[in-house]
T-cell receptor, first 114, second 111 residues
């Protein structure tokens, strides 16, 4: 299996622009997670889905952030409008089944907002 | 989720065992102990998890104190590839899928 796939790997954009991050989970996994990592705040869970349905979005920082999962093999995290404080590495992870199941992380998208 | 305390950094030599401690004095009876690690410029990867009993897998061992207020991740023979940030995470039981990462321990492995 190719593992969790994220695109793009790097994104540089200007403040006010819309940014879309993409994730393809491991085939057969029914849970998908979006995390954000910064030096100041560490690794934070933003939102997670089960069978394409958002279960907990309490970590989404504000209305500028939105996440969708239109099908079992694709998810997006959108920031509109982007701000410099959104600069971070965004990770997508997927898992199968129980809460103790291993979460498999993608390589991350490094976002820089100028 | 209950809080964990880990040393900021630790150092070891290649091919020697490494014991990474984690304190979790406020752990509840249904909290699972998870360990993940993050190699430089990569996403985190699962290492091991446990509830009450000690656990072993191909990557490491997890020793859990009898009162569950602390645990130790044991790497039996450190390699250079084990240099990473190691996160000890408590996850409340039931249907909670959320992992709350702390600052972790930066492990340096000397050749």
């Amino acid at each position: 299996d190719a593992g969790v796939i994220q695109s793009p790997r790097h994104e540089v954009t200007e403040m006010g622009q819309e940014v879309t991050l993409r994730c393809k989970p491991i085939s057969g996994h029914d849970y998908l997670f979006w995390y954000r990592q910064t030096m100041m705040r560490g690794l934070e869970l933003l939102i997670y889905f089960n069978n394409n349905v958002p279960i907990d979005d309490s970590g989404m920082p504000e209305d500028r952030f939105s996440a969708k999962m239109p099908n079992a093999s694709f998810s997006t995290l959108k920031i509109q409008p982007s701000e410099p404080r959104d600069s971070a590495v965004y990770f997508c992870a997927s898992s199968k089944g129980t809460p103790t199941a291993e979460q498999f992380f993608g390589p991350g998208t490094r976002l820089t907002v100028l | 989720d209950a809080k964990t305390t880990q040393p900021n950094s630790m150092e070891s030599n290649e091919e020697e065992p490494v014991h990474l401690p984690c304190n979790h004095s406020t752990i509840s009876g249904t909290d699972y102990i998870h360990w993940y690690r993050q190699l430089p410029s990569q996403g985190p990867e699962y290492v091991i998890h446990g509830l009450t009993s000690n656990v072993n897998n191909r990557m490491a061992s997890l020793a859990i104190a009898e009162d569950r207020k602390s645990s130790t991740l044991i790497l039996h023979r450190a390699t250079l590839r084990d240099a990473a940030v190691y996160y000890c995470i408590l996850r409340s039981g039931g249907s909670n899928y959320k992992l709350t990462f702390g600052k972790g321990t930066l492990l340096t492995v000397n050749p």
